[in-house]
T-cell receptor, first 115, second 115 residues
Framework: DTEVTQTPKHLVMGMTNKKSLKCEQHMGHRAMYWYKQKAKKPPELMFV???????INESVPSRFSPECPNSSLLNLHLHALQPEDSALYLC??????????????FGSGTQLSVL | AQSVTQLGSHVSVSEGALVLLRCNYS??????LFWYVQYPNQGLQLLLK??????LVKGINGFEAEFKKSETSFHLTKPSAHMSDAAEYFCAVSGVGAAGNKLTFGGGTRVLVKP
């Protein structure tokens, strides 16, 4: 199994809603990532978990809250989002996340629309 | 900080023609460089990576890239374009040290293949 699975594929939410994005991998990878991609732009790193500990937070607003319950799962909790947060949210994983030369495996993303 | 610049946001090629996508990097240390491809409504997939083992790197789907330190370049080529090559292509560089698992993408190049 070389897949990263993200759910849901599409999400529409209001600015007062609370929702969560989920990501799962069963490749035994120990690093997991959240990226945000606006239309026609490259992905931008949000968070990195390495061995289930948050290792990188790219100064993301607190309305985005990551969680790594175990080595296979990564969640992104959303609360009080703004319309400009509408984007494709990509999850990725890599073997250990420490060497810099690792291949990232990406999920297909969750397309989020904030109304 | 590590960065990459992709020259040309759009490239149009005829089926069977050479595909050439340009990427220049900026790095204070020998970099790890990557090319990823993103098909519509999908996540990113690794085409190839440079990790200093060889300057000419062969990847999947017939793509290859050459690392040229003197030109700080890592251009991607494919001798003969197929219709299935139509996608967005991203050059990327990884961080160093504690930021080794931080991948920074270039702006992307959209490839259109004409029949």
């Amino acid at each position: 199994d070389t897949e990263v699975t993200q759910t849901p594929k599409h999400l529409v939410m209001g600015m007062t809603n609370k929702k969560s994005l989920k990501c799962e991998q069963h490749m035994g990878h120990r690093a997991m990532y959240w990226y945000k991609q606006k239309a026609k732009k490259p992905p931008e790193l949000m968070f990195v978990y390495s061995y289930e500990k948050l290792s990188i937070n790219e100064s993301v607003p607190s309305r985005f809250s990551p969680e790594c319950p175990n080595s296979s799962l990564l969640n992104l909790h959303l609360h009080a989002l703004q319309p400009e947060d509408s984007a494709l949210y990509l999850c990725a994983s890599s073997s250990t996340g420490g060497e810099g030369n690792e291949k990232l495996f990406f999920g297909s993303g969750t397309q989020l629309s904030v109304l | 900080a590590q960065s990459v610049t992709q020259l040309g946001s759009h490239v149009s090629v005829s089926e069977g023609a050479l595909v050439l996508l340009r990427c220049n990097y900026s790095s204070s240390v020998p970099p790890y460089l990557f090319w990823y491809v993103q098909y519509p409504n999908q996540g990113l997939q690794l085409l190839l990576k440079y990790t200093s083992a060889a300057t000419l790197v062969k990847g999947i789907n017939g793509f290859e890239a050459e690392f040229k330190k003197s030109e700080t370049s890592f251009h991607l080529t494919k001798p003969s374009a197929h219709m299935s090559d139509a996608a967005e292509y991203f050059c990327a560089v990884s961080g160093v040290g504690a930021a080794g698992n931080k991948l920074t993408f270039g702006g992307g190049t959209r490839v259109l293949v004409k029949p």
